[in-house]
């Protein structure tokens, strides 16, 4: 083997199929349809960037990625595949992970801002039309100029309640301000608060360094975050942190060149979801963040059932290609099958179509990016299996990990400093006592009687009378000319 960096993704009849850790900041894709060994690949990567140095965070969709910080078991199935590929040293042991859980149930409280969010995300999290997003804009504008922080949805809702009372002094500056777009998004925040986002619009917010570790042994540290539930009651939210996540890291970390290994490594699973009903401006901005943070270090993975998930701008700056069976039942799945074939660089040797319909559990077809920086022609490998555990820890082993973490007590506290919430509250309680205090030094108006004098009664009653009189006769005496009596 070359002392050059690499990753041992599995093998076959040519030998150890691996990867040069040089290009490893270019991306990658592993898709396959459900049961078919994407979560093992994805394991074995994680356990190569560990190795290497390289700092990890993962979505864990289905729970099982915790076996990461436990080591694995003998099975004759994974006795014969290490066999098969001939792996020297191969040994059952964890990775140093950290667990995170948006909800703190599972892991440390994963945070941001509202603020650090930005009125882009959030207009897409809340599924705002464009005048609604120009409100939102409007709304954060407002708070930038003034200086009020946003920081949790409290604070947002009062800078909204804010805006509609004083949306005609606001006009000319910030444009029309309309009540019916701040009811509507009112209306969104308190959907998405049902849904537990109140839990990540919080302080004290994830410092992006302690995401990226290594522990005393060199290894790097595994960052899994739990997603079990936010995907089912937001997935939304879910996309959207994943997209500030990779923006804030393209916004905060240097520069880095061409190095021999990256420098964090992301792998985003169930990653259609970041791309469903998401907006061309927000699709763009992730095409130019996945194109341009390869420069500061950062390798992003995306994990899905089909290449087709991938909008094709970012699947095409994808270096790395791991493709798991499909199925071909229908004509759309066929489409699927002829589509993936045509993504990879062919191979006299394989019909790509076809065999992406016959590979087996643990097998998959791969291509990387060779030293040069161009795609290797696809091969048949057989996926190296993990020496961590393969399914999830107990709850107990968990929350004896949560315990032992660097990171207990720092993110578990929520702290509400003040912020736009507290600051407007505070106006509104000063333009109150401003204006009881004028009222009260306002002379009071002398009051006039409305109680009627005796005589007044008397002249009122006659007057009324003789009108109720004097009608009747002048209407009588109309319609006796109408019909011709006297």
Same mark, same amino acid.
């Given at each position: 083997?070359?002392?050059?960096?690499?990753?041992?993704?599995?093998?076959?009849?040519?030998?150890?199929?691996?990867?040069?850790?040089?290009?490893?900041?270019?991306?990658?894709?592993?898709?396959?349809?459900?049961?078919?060994?994407?979560?093992?690949?994805?394991?074995?990567?994680?356990?190569?960037?560990?190795?290497?140095?390289?700092?990890?965070?993962?979505?864990?969709?289905?729970?099982?990625?915790?076996?990461?910080?436990?080591?694995?078991?003998?099975?004759?199935?994974?006795?014969?595949?290490?066999?098969?590929?001939?792996?020297?040293?191969?040994?059952?042991?964890?990775?140093?992970?950290?667990?995170?859980?948006?909800?703190?149930?599972?892991?440390?409280?994963?945070?941001?801002?509202?603020?650090?969010?930005?009125?882009?995300?959030?207009?897409?999290?809340?599924?705002?039309?464009?005048?609604?997003?120009?409100?939102?804009?409007?709304?954060?504008?407002?708070?930038?100029?003034?200086?009020?922080?946003?920081?949790?949805?409290?604070?947002?809702?009062?800078?909204?309640?804010?805006?509609?009372?004083?949306?005609?002094?606001?006009?000319?500056?910030?444009?029309?301000?309309?009540?019916?777009?701040?009811?509507?998004?009112?209306?969104?925040?308190?959907? %998405?608060?049902?849904?537990? &986002? /109140?839990? @990540?619009? #919080?302080? =004290?917010?994830?410092?992006?360094? $302690?995401?990226? +570790?290594?522990?005393?042994?060199?290894?790097?540290?595994?960052?899994?975050?739990?997603?079990?539930?936010?995907?089912?009651?937001?997935?939304?939210?879910?996309?959207?942190? %994943?997209?500030?996540?990779? &923006? /804030?890291? @393209?916004? #905060?970390? =240097?520069?880095?060149?061409?190095? $021999?290994?990256? +420098?964090?490594?992301?792998?985003?699973?169930?990653?259609?979801?970041?791309?469903?009903?998401?907006?061309?401006?927000?699709?763009?901005?992730?095409?130019?963040?996945?194109? %341009?943070?390869?420069?500061?270090?950062?390798?992003?993975?995306?994990?899905?059932?089909?290449?087709?998930?991938?909008?094709?701008?970012?699947?095409?700056?994808?270096?790395?290609?791991?493709?798991?069976?499909?199925?071909?039942?229908?004509?759309?799945?066929?489409?699927?099958?002829?589509?993936?074939?045509?993504?990879?660089?062919?191979?006299?040797?394989?019909?790509?179509?076809?065999?992406?319909?016959?590979?087996?559990?643990?097998?998959?077809?791969?291509?990387?990016?060779?030293?040069?920086?161009?795609?290797?022609?696809?091969?048949?490998?057989?996926?190296?299996?993990?020496?961590?555990?393969?399914?999830?820890?107990?709850?107990?082993?968990?929350?004896?990990?949560?315990?032992?973490?660097?990171?207990?007590?720092?993110?578990?506290?929520?702290?509400?400093?003040?912020?736009?919430?507290?600051?407007?509250?505070?106006?509104?309680?000063?333009?109150?006592?401003?204006?009881?205090?004028?009222?009260?030094?306002?002379?009071?108006?002398?009051?006039?009687?409305?109680?009627?004098?005796?005589?007044?009664?008397?002249?009122?009653?006659?007057?009324?009378?003789?009108?109720?009189?004097?009608?009747?006769?002048?209407?009588?005496?109309?319609?006796?000319?109408?019909?011709?009596?006297?």
């Amino acid at each position: 083997m070359s002392d050059t960096p690499s990753l041992l993704i599995g093998g076959n009849a040519c030998g150890h199929f691996l990867m040069d850790a040089s290009m490893a900041n270019r991306h990658g894709l592993i898709a396959g349809a459900t049961g078919t060994g994407k979560t093992i690949t994805l394991q074995n990567l994680t356990e190569n960037f560990s190795r290497l140095g390289v700092p990890v965070f993962l979505a864990d969709v289905k729970g099982d990625l915790s076996g990461l910080a436990a080591p694995g078991s003998t099975h004759p199935k994974i006795d014969a595949r290490v066999k098969q590929l001939n792996i020297d040293g191969f040994q059952f042991r964890s990775v140093p992970t950290v667990f995170w859980d948006m909800f703190g149930s599972k892991g440390h409280n994963i945070r941001t801002t509202i603020s650090d969010m930005g009125p882009l995300l959030l207009g897409s999290l809340l599924e705002l039309n464009d005048t609604q997003s120009g409100v939102l804009y409007a709304c954060f504008k407002v708070a930038d100029d003034n200086g009020w922080l946003l920081l949790d949805l409290k604070d947002l809702r009062s800078m909204l309640s804010w805006l509609a009372d004083n949306a005609r002094e606001l006009k000319s500056e910030y444009g029309n301000i309309s009540s019916s777009s701040i009811g509507a998004i009112q209306r969104k925040l308190l959907v %998405l608060e049902e849904q537990g &986002a /109140e839990h @990540f619009f #919080n302080e =004290p917010a994830i410092e992006l360094d $302690d995401l990226i +570790k290594t522990d005393f042994s060199g290894n790097g540290v595994v960052n899994v975050l739990d997603v079990t539930k936010l995907i089912h009651e937001s997935p939304k939210l879910y996309a959207c942190f %994943l997209i500030w996540l990779l &923006a /804030e890291l @393209f916004e #905060n970390l =240097p520069e880095v060149g061409d190095a $021999d290994r990256p +420098k964090f490594v992301l792998f985003f699973d169930e990653a259609h979801l970041i791309f469903d009903d998401a907006a061309d401006v927000l699709v763009k901005k992730i095409e130019q963040v996945v194109r %341009l943070i390869r420069s500061k270090g950062v390798g992003v993975y995306f994990v899905s059932q089909s290449p087709m998930d991938i909008p094709e701008d970012i699947l095409g700056q994808l270096g790395m290609k791991i493709q798991h069976a499909l199925r071909a039942f229908t004509p759309k799945d066929k489409k699927m099958v002829k589509a993936s074939a045509a993504s990879f660089r062919q191979n006299p040797e394989i019909n790509t179509e076809q065999l992406i319909t016959e590979l087996g559990v643990g097998e998959a077809l791969v291509s990387v990016l060779d030293a040069d920086g161009k795609p290797t022609p696809v091969e048949l490998v057989y996926i190296k299996p993990p020496e961590s555990r393969i399914g999830p820890l107990t709850d107990a082993e968990r929350a004896e990990y949560i315990t032992r973490s660097p990171y207990k007590g720092r993110y578990d506290k929520v702290i509400d400093r003040e912020s736009a919430y507290e600051l407007l509250k505070q106006k509104a309680e000063k333009l109150a006592e401003s204006n009881a205090q004028t009222a009260a030094k306002k002379p009071a108006a002398k009051r006039q009687s409305t109680r009627q004098t005796p005589v007044e009664a008397m002249v009122k009653s006659v007057a009324r009378s003789m009108g109720s009189q004097i009608g009747r006769q002048i209407i009588r005496g109309i319609l006796g000319s109408l019909f011709g009596k006297r």
